[in-house]
């Protein structure tokens, strides 16, 4: 993968670590999209209204800058995997800065390989399905389905469900998804084939949206 200007993600890997500040602006332009996506999918509802995803960029792009001499000590960890740790992280400190700790549903914390790390919730993923599969049309289908979708993605194992959520609503690579949980690239696949198993399981059993899985 090249940036915009043809300069090799390799070698803004190196500036990266060499603490190169115009190699980070250029990094996170090129992955700006992305991380979009990213803090959109994870945003809590109730924090929209006060920010929005370009603002939590705005956050992520100041943190990545203060941030970046750590960088270079860092595990071979890639840029935009960094990048997304750093957005993930300022979608926490938001939620606890504007919500307080106990409301902070769409970035949750849990450990992984002893990590602090953003999951996924039960919410935010219902909420995203459930807008797939319903067309404005049928918002009081939405109204009612919503809930059951969300005790039903709530079945599924936790770091299957954040599986789901990476491939699924963050579009990243099966190596992505194992480079960000830190597990292997066939476990993560294994994960993903089961995680769409149970979850196909799951929304043929929720009525009205399980009529629309199976005609889809």
Same mark, same amino acid.
């Given at each position: 993968? +090249?940036?915009?200007?043809?300069?090799?993600? &390799?070698?803004?890997?190196?500036?990266? @670590?060499?603490? %190169?500040?115009?190699?980070?602006? &250029?990094? $996170?332009?090129?992955?700006?999209?992305?991380?979009?996506?990213?803090?959109?999918?994870?945003?809590?509802?109730?924090?929209?209204?006060?920010?929005?995803?370009? %603002?939590?960029?705005?956050?992520?792009?100041?943190?990545? =800058?203060?941030?970046?001499?750590?960088? #270079? =000590?860092?595990?071979? +960890?890639?840029?935009? *995997?960094?990048?997304?740790?750093?957005?993930?992280?300022?979608? *926490?400190?938001?939620?606890?800065?504007?919500?307080?700790?106990?409301? @902070?549903?769409? #970035?949750?914390?849990?450990? *992984?390989?002893?990590?602090?790390?953003?999951?996924? +919730?039960?919410? =935010?993923?219902?909420?995203?399905?459930?807008?797939?599969?319903? =067309?404005?049309?049928?918002?009081?289908?939405? #109204?009612?389905?919503?809930?059951?979708?969300?005790?039903?993605?709530?079945?599924?194992?936790? *770091?299957?469900?954040?599986?789901?959520?990476?491939?699924? $609503?963050?579009?990243? +690579?099966?190596?992505?998804?194992? &480079?960000?949980?830190?597990?292997?690239?066939?476990?993560?696949?294994?994960?993903?084939? @089961?995680?769409?198993? @149970?979850?196909?399981?799951?929304?043929?059993?929720?009525?009205?949206?399980?009529? &629309?899985?199976?005609?889809?």
């Amino acid at each position: 993968m +090249t940036s915009d200007s043809g300069v090799g993600m &390799e070698e803004l890997e190196r500036r990266l @670590r060499g603490g %190169d500040l115009e190699a980070l602006a &250029e990094v $996170f332009s090129h992955e700006r999209d992305r991380l979009w996506q990213i803090i959109h999918f994870r945003l809590a509802e109730p924090l929209r209204g006060r920010l929005g995803p370009d %603002d939590v960029l705005q956050e992520s792009f100041l943190a990545a =800058s203060q941030r970046l001499k750590h960088y #270079a =000590s860092s595990p071979a +960890t890639s840029p935009f *995997i960094w990048l997304r740790m750093i957005v993930n992280q300022t979608l *926490i400190d938001l939620h606890r800065q504007h919500l307080g700790a106990q409301k @902070r549903d769409a #970035a949750c914390e849990v450990a *992984i390989d002893g990590l602090p790390y953003g999951q996924a +919730t039960s919410a =935010s993923v219902a909420i995203r399905l459930v807008g797939q599969f319903t =067309s404005p049309s049928r918002a009081a289908v939405r #109204a009612d389905v919503l809930g059951l979708v969300q005790a039903a993605i709530e079945q599924m194992d936790p *770091i299957d469900r954040e599986v789901l959520a990476l491939r699924h $609503f963050e579009d990243l +690579t099966n190596s992505e998804v194992a &480079e960000a949980l830190g597990i292997e690239q066939d476990a993560a696949s294994i994960r993903y084939i @089961r995680a769409l198993r @149970r979850l196909k399981t799951i929304l043929a059993q929720v009525p009205d949206l399980g009529k &629309e899985v199976q005609h889809g």
